[in-house]
């Protein structure tokens, strides 16, 4: 017998906001999202950092679709199982509370619903790209005329770097060409060049002082040693705020051997970049202006809500040689390349806005005053740890800093490590645990402006208490 026909569906509106009148439903959804959002946000000390494990809702999409009363159920199941950032006690790592114009500027973004792949499909957004970027690397130091692109993450404004470097340097058909940095600089460089299709030995690594900077030395004899064996340098790349200590290499010196070989330099600023911003604290990164390239990422220190990466150059119609293709299916650009040509992202939101907005509300006032707080921060760490003995401490001139004990193997580290950061989430502080120079360190980034003395002091104590436990 053949089975009867499906019933018809009952018809309803389809959930995409009117375009004839202000929809209530929107409107209700919206408003009762945001309050749990804030809810969320504004009781974030009363759970851990780092929760426990969670119950997952449902993924899949059921027969009938689901209403927002629904729907915000299921939000907060997972809401309660996040990274809780803004938990004064998060101190893990580059990842600080979300600004709150950048949490608006988020939605609005996702309302518009924007492409900046083109102009005529971001007309405003596209412009607001190039000016911002341009502002940008003109205050960190560039000069005029300088400019960028966004990117979603500083992994990708490396990659793109890298990439332009070596097009300016017309090394795109060149197996032999290779990177230098220090042997503390990101592993998105190792990642650009597998994208890159450069052999794993194309990075070489220059080794680090004692405070974790490049060794001007080595760099300038690899330099050398390149020129003679034949290997074309497609870069260098210094790195403002290593990942681990917050090293910073040294930029102006480093900028005038890459100029004496005519070699491209590109300054990793991701962490670093944005001290530049802050008048009492642009010394930190002193030479950053002598840069070909910067990477800058608003989401780590400055709270920008992720992603917010950007991509300098000191002169961006370099970024259009290996990106530029042609968008056959648009309108030409008015404004100097489409956002899909002077990058590697096709398809990307205004990711702009939220960064715009954001320093909009901060003002150059309140950068500075997160800066500053985070190197406060960081020198009161430092003085509650410096007592404690044998203690090895390892920071740079950021708000980084790591610590083991120094009478340590490398395996009893990592115990000590594992235990530490175990005591110190009870008491609801989170430490991130990276293994440098062999050794498990304990490492607090000190970027959460909710972070007061009294959590540095307990800090302190637990670390204190638990260097005391050690045999
Ligand atoms: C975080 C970081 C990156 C990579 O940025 P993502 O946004 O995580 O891709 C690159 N370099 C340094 C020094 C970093 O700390």
């Known amino acids: 017998m053949a089975s009867a026909p499906p019933a018809p569906r009952a018809i309803q509106p389809l959930p995409f906001a009117s375009p004839s009148q202000l929809d209530p439903l929107l409107q209700d959804f919206l408003e009762r999202a945001s309050v749990q959002l804030c809810r969320w946000l504004g009781s974030a000390d009363q759970r851990s950092p780092?929760?426990?494990?969670?119950?997952?809702?449902?993924?899949?999409p059921q027969q009938r679709g689901l209403d927002a009363t629904t729907l915000l159920a299921d939000l907060q199941l997972l809401m309660d199982g996040a990274y809780n950032p803004n938990?004064?006690?998060a101190l893990a790592h580059l990842d600080p509370p979300p600004l709150s114009a950048s949490i608006a500027a988020e939605l609005i973004c996702a309302g518009l619903n924007n492409n900046l792949l083109a102009e005529e499909l971001s007309p405003s957004l596209s412009r607001l790209e190039r000016s911002l970027c341009k502002w940008l690397a003109e205050a960190l130091g560039l000069p005029p005329?300088?400019?960028?692109?966004?990117?979603?993450?500083?992994?990708?404004?490396n990659l793109m770097a890298l990439v332009t470097a070596r097009h300016a340097r017309g090394l795109q058909h060149c197996q032999?060409?290779?990177?230098?940095?220090?042997?503390?600089?990101?592993?998105?460089?190792?990642?650009?060049?597998?994208?890159?299709?450069?052999?794993?030995?194309?990075?070489?690594?220059?080794?680090?002082?004692?405070q974790g900077e490049l060794q001007l030395e080595a760099l300038s004899a690899e330099l050398n040693s390149c020129a003679v064996a034949g290997h074309p340098v497609l870069a260098v790349v210094a790195t403002a705020g290593t990942t681990v200590r917050g090293a910073v290499d040294p930029l102006e010196a480093m900028a005038l051997l890459c100029q004496r070989h005519g070699v491209w330099l590109h300054v990793d600023g991701a962490i670093g970049a944005v001290f530049a911003l802050a008048p009492s604290q642009a010394h930190r990164v002193r030479g950053l202006g002598a840069a070909d390239s910067i990477t800058v990422n608003p989401q780590k220190l400055l709270g920008i809500t992720k992603t917010s990466s950007?991509?300098?150059?000191?002169d961006p119609s370099q970024l259009q040689k290996p990106f530029q293709t042609g968008l056959p299916y648009m309108e030409a650009s008015w404004g100097g390349g489409h956002g899909g040509e002077c990058g590697l992202q096709g398809t990307r939101p205004a990711e702009v806005l939220k960064l715009w907005l954001g320093l909009r509300?901060?003002?150059?006032?309140?950068?500075?005053?997160?800066?500053?707080?985070a190197i406060q921060r960081r020198r009161q760490l430092e003085s509650l740890l410096q007592p404690l003995p044998d203690l090895v401490l390892r920071g740079g001139p950021m708000h980084l800093l790591a610590f083991t004990p120094a009478a340590l193997t490398?395996?009893?580290?990592?115990?000590?490590?594992?235990?530490t950061r175990q005591q110190l989430l009870t008491a609801q502080l989170m430490l991130s645990r990276p293994c440098?120079?062999?050794?498990?360190?304990?490492?607090?980034?000190?970027?959460?402006?909710?972070?007061?003395?009294?959590?540095?002091?307990?800090?302190?104590?637990?670390?204190?208490?638990?260097?005391?436990a050690q045999p």
């Open 50 to 60: 780092l929760p426990g494990l969670s119950i997952l809702p449902a993924v899949e």
């Open 310 to 314: 950007l991509l300098l150059l000191a």
């Open 361 to 373: 509300q901060l003002g150059l006032d309140g950068i500075a005053a997160i800066c500053d707080g």
């Open 87 to 89: 938990h004064p006690g």
């Open 145 to 157: 005329g300088s400019g960028g692109v966004a990117a979603s993450g500083g992994t990708l404004s």
């Open 410 to 419: 490398p395996a009893q580290s990592e115990i000590w490590s594992e235990s």
């Open 176 to 210: 032999g060409a290779v990177v230098l940095a220090s042997a503390d600089a990101h592993v998105s460089l190792a990642k650009a060049l597998a994208v890159m299709g450069l052999p794993r030995e194309a990075l070489r690594l220059i080794p680090v002082d004692q």
């Open 436 to 468: 440098y120079q062999g050794h498990y360190h304990l490492k607090a980034v000190l970027g959460n402006p909710h972070t007061q003395p009294q959590h540095l002091q307990k800090l302190a104590a637990i670390v204190g208490a638990s260097l005391a």
